[in-house]
Structure formats: C-alpha cells, structure tokens
C-alpha cells in the first residue's frame, strides 16, 4: 500500500514540476526614462509633503534629466558618481529640512541599498568605494 501511495506521489510532483518549468516567463517591462522620473518625483512629493507645482516641475525634469543619462551604459563607479551630483542638485533645489528628510527616508530595496549606502551615497560624499 505505502508504495502506491509513494508512487502517485511522485508522479503527481514530477506533473507539477513540469507545469511550473512549461510556464513561460513574462520578460519585466522596462520603464521608459519618462515613467522612472515621474515614479521618483511621485515618491518625493508624497514622502516630502510638497505642495508647490514649480517645485515639482523642476524636481520631475532634474529626474528625467539623470534617468535619461542612465539609459546610458555605463560602469558601477559612474552611476555613484551620477547619484552623488543629483544628490547635490536636490540638496541646493530643497530646502535643508526637505533634504535631512529625503535622506533619513528608509531604503526599501534592501541588498542594493546597502550597496548604494557603502558606495558613499551620503551627504557630502566626493570619493566612492571599490
């Protein structure tokens, strides 16, 4: 008795592991350069609690600027470097609470932003780490 119960049991794990393997995988879409810029813009007016539509246009086009510059191949040590000078342009575009808020914003894309946080994207940052 226990072997068919054995038997059926394999057989009904090898169907499912053939099912899950047949399934075709769904390529993610990319976002377009347009779509990043709005999704960080977004972001920042919710967790910043901005108001004022100038602020926001010219948050959306610094955005757009620098997620059309990364669509650009380019090495690790140049997208630090990217991220540093948009985290300059934000400091001298918000105000100094703004900012302080932007920066103790948890990071919630966990490995990545650990990486980013020992690759010294930090306030007053210049130099980066291999």
Known sequence: ?????????????????????????????????????????????????????????????????Y??????????SEAVERMNRLLGELKVILSTEQFERLQSIPHQHGARAHRAERDSLVPGATTTTP
């Open 67 to 76: 997620a059309r510059s990364r669509e650009d191949a380019c090495s690790r």
């Open 1 to 65: 008795m226990f072997q068919y119960v054995y038997i059926v049991f394999v057989l009904l794990l090898a169907s499912v592991g053939h099912f899950a393997v047949a399934q075709e995988l769904q390529p993610m879409p990319r976002r377009t350069a347009e779509e990043r810029a709005m999704k960080q813009t977004e972001m920042l007016v919710r967790e910043l609690n901005i108001r004022d539509s100038m602020l926001r246009d010219t948050l959306y086009r610094v955005h757009l600027r």
